[in-house]
Each structure stands twice: as C-alpha cells, then as structure tokens.
C-alpha cells in the first residue's frame, strides 16, 4: 500500500468557519453526522442566501416590473440588482445579456427552440458524447423540427475530449457547438477555450454548460469568449427554480423569443405585437423573483471568498479522494482526466451502485447512485451506473475517510 | 431506520451471489424485459406456461443486490405454480413491500418473506417489484417490456 499523504488542513481555508455558514451541514443521518458528497446534484445555501430569500417574501413581495407601489418598487429594484451581481460575477459586458431562466435545462433549450429557429435541414450542431441529457435531448427535438444534424465528438478512455476529432466534425453546414464546460459524470473540465477558439475560426458560435463549473471555479466569459453560457443556481449554493443564460448581445438580438406572455412585450394589440427588448424579451411571465435574489445573495457570498485558496483546497481534497478511494480492493474510477473538478465517479466489484448509495447511506455519506442524467457516458464504460461523490469547499477530509472506510465494509457485505 | 441487516438478510446475499435460474430458455412461451430507469436496472424474465402452469421461469440481466435476489427468489418460488397462484404470489409481494400495514404475513411466504425488510427503504421498493411487475405483465398482457416509472 503506498503511503497516501493526508492533506493537513491549512491557515488558508478555514473550512470549519465556512461550514458554519451552512446550516444544513450540521445534522446527524442514521445516527452520523452528515456528510454531503452530493454537490453535483445540488449544493447547499449558506444562512445569507435563506435569509435573503426569507426577508424578501417578509418585507418585499410584489410583482416585479408592474407597479408603482413600494413593494413593487423595491421587488423590481432587487430583481434587476441580482441580475447585475449575476452580470458582474461572469464579467458579461452587460446585464440586457443575462437571461434568468428556470435552469441549465431551460436555458439550453431556449437556444435550441430560440436559436434554433435560424436553422434549416441539414444544418449541423456538434455536441459531445460527454454531454448531460440537458445538452442533448433539447437538441434531438430540434433535429425532429428542423432536421438540423449531429455531430458527436467523442471522448477518450481517460474520459476526456478528443480533440484532435474536432476538426474532422466542422463543415459548411456546422451553425453551433454546445458542450459541457465541466462533466457532471466524469469531473472532467475540458478545454472550451480552445474549442471556442477552433469554432470561432469557423465562424461557429459556442453554448457551454456551466452547470458544474461554475461552482468549482472563476467563470469570465469574455475571457473564455464564448457566446452563451448555462449554469442553474442551485448548483451554485443558491436556490433551486432560478438560472442564468448569458447570451452574446449580437446573438440574443436576433433570435426571435422564446415564450409568449407578459413582461416580454412593448405593446399588444389583436393585429400586432411589438416586443420588449434584452433580456426581458426571453422572460415572458412573473419570474422567479425570490429564486433571483437567493442567487444574487449567492453570489455575493461567493465574491467573498478567496479563490485561489477555494480551489486549491479542492484539488486536494480531490486527489487525497482519488488515491483513498483507488486504495480500494475491486474499485475503479470512471473519469481520470488530467483536469478534474472534485468529484470521483467509481464502480465497485460486485457492489451495485445503488446497494452502495443504501450502505453509505446509513453512515450518513450522502452520494449519487445512477447514469447521472448521462447515459451515453455510462454506454461508453459499459457499466449501468456509477457512484459518484462530488465536493464542494466546505467538504473535509474526515468525510473522505468516512467515505472510504464505508467502501470498504460495503465490499465485505455484498461481495 | 432499521437496521441494514433487514435489508441485507443472508437469505437476500445468498441469492444475490448464487442467483438460481439465471439462464436464457429458448422454448420461453413469453420473455418480458423489465427496466427501472432510475437505477439502470434491466432485467428479461422467461416464462414457460404449459395448461395454466408454469413450467420453467428463469431471468438474465443486470441490477442491485436486491433486484437480483428478488428475481431469484421468484423463480425459485413462481416454478411449477399455476398461473392463479403465481398472480397471487405478486399481489402479496406488492402487498408486503408496499402497504404500511400489509394483511400479508411474511412467514407464510417462505422465503420471499425476507423480502419484507425492503419496506423501510422507500427507494429500494421498486428494485425488490422490478421482477414481480414483469412476471405479472410476461402472464397477463402482450406486452414485450415494463419500465417501473
Ligand atoms: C452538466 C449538467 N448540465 C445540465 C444540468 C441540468 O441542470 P438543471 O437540472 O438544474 O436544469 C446538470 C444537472 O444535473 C448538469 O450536471
């Protein structure tokens, strides 16, 4: 057995004093303390964010962009502020390019229903096989619309793109390439900088999901130059029922809208409507306003913390849990790719991942058992399902002990 | 909860290590294929029915400890049953694992009673009925699939 080197925990990251700041972590399941390795599914709310989101339906519910009233007034005021947090926390140039959306899964299809109206058969949207059913099934119903093709650029054993098949995908016809920026199976953060680079040499716009990036890293889409991202807030430590579509405004200016209603128009009448501008033009009907100002108060939760100290912590957490959990008699990991979020996907011999989701479960290690909403991924490993235990910065390196003791009695249970 | 070894009975190992039964029947008079999507499991159960028996049954697949003891165990208790008996055996599984008070006694089912501890674990029920749903659909209608959803 080699030596595996515990991670110490260190003056820069205090995860004890954040932990406080998540209410939902301090409880007892079966008699253990909780330990949450789901933060790929969802992530928790810090106090700040329940607050936030309490003090708004004690104080300020109203409907947003309606009324003259106080409560309208300041409803309105704090909506439209969350939407510049949102704006300033991606460095977009401009909040008319932030589109709240219920999530990754609607803003995806937005883009498909929305942008995908331009196109015509036999046109072609280039995915990837690592794709989270959200980035695929909104584009096959495009395909039986339009008949738009696709094109899937494949992986690697190591669980990563294969790049050098890209090239090989682009043609006359190619109109947009939607990919994940971080796997939600695999962990995998792939390089979209340089994909957005090929595709915009072909003059082809890119959409990335953001749903499992942004809350493991800095996301600057300018920098990344992309021209749209996804991300759900629940994912990102806020609510769920709230998400983001960042949209490039040139791009966002000319898709025609997606859904009909109030608050997406300038006048109606039975002969002809005219259409409000961005981004209200692609928020037909009251939002989520509460969901919008947890995310908002997320976000300036987040703006708080050091960054460089959150992901260096993660990468240790991820590789002291990488070398316990291969430590394992008859475990493998699914996904070894050299860039990797904290989240280690794995089979066990003669353990089927839902015996295991129910053996954790009763040492109080929350995990994910299943495709993950990634199927095709789960064809390539020709297994049926994985476990999966995905970190978020407030995880400890107790928890990955726990979690690897618990591993161990599994296999002396079931094999 | 309870405690694990009610679900994780050695009864329930035993037949999740050794399943009996696990073959293909090429004379099947029905093969259903039953599917959990939640969990991926996947199962094909074959019947032989001969005058209203059930002469063979057996099941391939893939799938948790307890859908595959559960599959097993059927087999095992299904075979040589009339088809009367066989739906009955189904209601009573379906009772047990799904009632909160169910009117069925676990000892009178033998060994398909270890089953019972599979109650307190809401998420696990459907891997415990996976093989049961399919058997009820492989005798009662032409359909060549079941999903649990
Ligand atoms: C990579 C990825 N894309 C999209 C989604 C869908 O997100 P949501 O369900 O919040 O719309 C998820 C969530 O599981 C995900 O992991």
Known sequence: ?415 | MSELNDLYQELILDHKRHPRNFRDMPDATRAVDGHNPLCGDQLRLFVKVVGGRVEDVSFIGVGCAISMASASMLTETVKGRTVDEAQRLFADVHDLLTNDHPHTDPAELGNLGALAGVHEYPMRVKCATLSWHTLDTALTSDEDSVTTE
């Open chain 1, 1 to 415: 057995m080699n030596a595996i080197v515990k991670p110490r925990s260190d003056a820069d990251w205090d995860v004890a004093r954040v932990r406080r700041d998540f209410p939902i972590l301090d409880q007892e399941v079966h008699g253990h303390p909780l330990a949450y390795l789901d933060n790929a599914a969802t992530t928790q709310k810090p106090q700040s964010v329940i607050e936030a989101m309490d003090r708004y339906y004690r104080r300020d519910n109203a409907n947003v962009h309606r009324g003259v009233h106080a409560l309208a007034e300041r409803a309105t005021t704090d909506f439209e502020a969350a939407r510049e947090s949102v704006r300033r926390f991606i460095n977009a140039p401009s909040a008319r390019e932030i589109v709240f959306v219920r999530g990754t899964t609607e803003a995806i299809n937005l883009v498909a229903s929305s942008f995908g109206q331009g196109l015509r058969e036999g046109d072609e949207v280039i995915i990837t096989a690592m794709e989270h059913h959200a980035n695929i099934v909104p584009w096959q119903l495009l395909r039986e619309r339009t008949g738009v093709v696709l094109r899937v650029l494949p992986i690697t054993p190591a669980g990563e793109l294969d790049l050098e098949a890209l090239p090989g995908l682009f043609s006359a016809r190619t109109r947009l390439i939607a990919l994940t920026h971080v796997s939600n199976a695999l962990g995998t953060i792939n390089p979209v900088r340089q994909v957005v680079a090929m595709a915009h040499e072909h003059g082809v716009p890119v959409l990335l999901d953001g749903a499992q990036a942004m809350p493991h890293m800095r996301v600057d889409v300018q920098a990344l130059d992309c021209d749209f991202y996804a991300f759900s807030g629940h994912k990102l430590f806020g609510p769920t029922g709230i998400g983001v579509l960042y949209g490039r405004e040139s791009l966002l200016q000319a898709m025609p809208p997606y859904q009909g209603g109030g608050e997406m128009i300038r006048t109606v009448s039975f002969e002809k409507t005219t259409f409000a501008g961005l981004p209200h033009r692609f928020e037909a009907g009251t939002p989520d306003i509460a969901g919008a100002i947890g995310l908002g108060r997320a976000i300036e939760y987040l703006e708080k913390l050091d960054w460089s100290a959150v992901m260096a912590y993660e990468h240790r957490l991820l590789e002291y849990a990488t070398d316990r959990l291969k430590d394992i008699p008859g475990l493998r990991v699914i996904g070894e790719a050299r860039d990797k979020v904290a989240l280690v996907s794995f089979v066990m011999d003669d353990v089927h991942p839902h015996d295991m989701g129910t053996i954790l479960d009763h040492r109080g290690l929350a995990v994910r058992a299943g495709h993950h909403c990634a199927m095709p991924v789960m064809t390539f490993y020709q297994v049926p399902a994985t476990s999966r235990a995905s970190m978020a910065f407030y995880n400890t390196v107790e928890e990955v002990d726990r979690l690897a003791a618990a591993l161990r009695h599994a296999r002396e249970l079931l094999a």
